[in-house]
């Protein structure tokens, strides 16, 4: 949705003239990965972010000593131009990517957000609990591989299956980042990303009547997992509009329980063959029946 503009004149900026309109979010806020448009494409050089964040936190194009150090920035940064060149070529320009720091008050900056007008921001609570979890920021880079593929979805229009909630984008965005994780980042085995997928599934939610609902755990799972699955080095490279052809057409037989489908013409025969050797797992997995263990030993 649009965000309205509610004039605040920051008591910081009275003193210097300068004015900045805070923008505020009538949506509500889930914990992670929102998806938000804003109306205009101005980085705002105000003492806060916007509304999405808490009014006293700062970008910045560093981490704080205490979320991370400059090498983490530095990686980081050079996978927001990686991910892009993966998806798009040299000749796009990458998104505008900034942390998001709020002292040490780090369940205030858990989330990180992809904006309509390019900008990433990464909260630097979300970046310091992800590596965590995995120090060599693989979930940080999933986390990042699936803002920009928001950043797809704006520039192509996507998704082109539209629900009630947010849930298909957001599903999608999951099998972008599986995708990029397999042919981009190369990591050619799941249990590789086995990780990412863990954290992926944790930040599930189970509000599916709310409009910001981002699909079940499972169904998240089994959305990175298709990504993965259509990642394969044998298979053709997709661009983000063919990505978004291929993914429903099996993710809408994986949740409707109708998988056994003929090919159409605009499918890559080597694609769905090795697709459909995978429909029984994929069905598994969104149903919940398949185990952590099983779920992280797949090939
Ligand atoms: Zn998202």
């Known amino acids: 949705m649009k965000m309205k503009k509610l004039t605040v004149l920051s008591a910081l900026f009275v003193m210097t003239l300068f004015s900045c309109t805070k923008e505020t979010a009538t949506n509500e806020e889930t914990p992670i990965a929102e998806v938000l448009e804003q109306a205009q494409g101005i980085e705002r050089d105000c003492g806060y972010v916007d509304s999405n964040w808490p009014s006293t ?165 089994s959305a990175v997992r298709l990504g993965f699955l259509l990642a394969d080095a044998s298979n053709p490279k997709l661009n983000a509009k063919d990505f978004d052809y291929n993914f429903f057409y099996y993710y809408e037989g994986v949740l409707a329980g109708t998988y056994r489908m003929a090919k159409p013409a605009n499918i890559d025969e080597a694609i769905h063959s090795r697709i459909m050797l995978h429909m029984d797992e994929l069905m598994r997995i969104k149903n919940g029946q398949m185990s952590d263990q099983e779920y992280f030993n797949l090939n």
Do not use: C
């Open 57 to 221: 936190a700062k970008l910045s194009t560093t981490l704080t000593a205490a979320a991370g150090t400059s090498a983490d920035a530095t990686f980081l940064s050079g996978q927001n131009t990686a991910i892009k060149t993966f998806w798009r070529g040299a000749t796009v320009a990458a998104p505008t990517f900034r942390f998001v720091n709020n002292g040490k008050d780090w369940n205030s900056t858990y989330n990180a957000i992809s904006y309509s007008n390019g900008k990433i921001y990464f909260g630097e609570g979300i970046f310091k609990d992800a590596k965590s979890k995995d120090a060599t920021n693989l979930i940080n880079v999933m986390i990042l591989a699936h803002e920009y593929g928001h950043q797809l979805q704006y520039a192509f229009n996507l998704p082109s299956k539209t629900e009630s909630t947010v849930r298909s984008g957001e599903l999608e965005a999951d099998g972008m980042a599986g995708y990029y994780l397999r042919r981009g980042y190369g990591k050619t085995s799941f249990a590789q990303i086995s990780t990412a997928y863990e954290f992926a599934a944790s930040i599930g939610d189970k509000n599916t009547t709310s409009s910001g609902h981002h699909g079940l755990p499972a169904q998240r799972r």
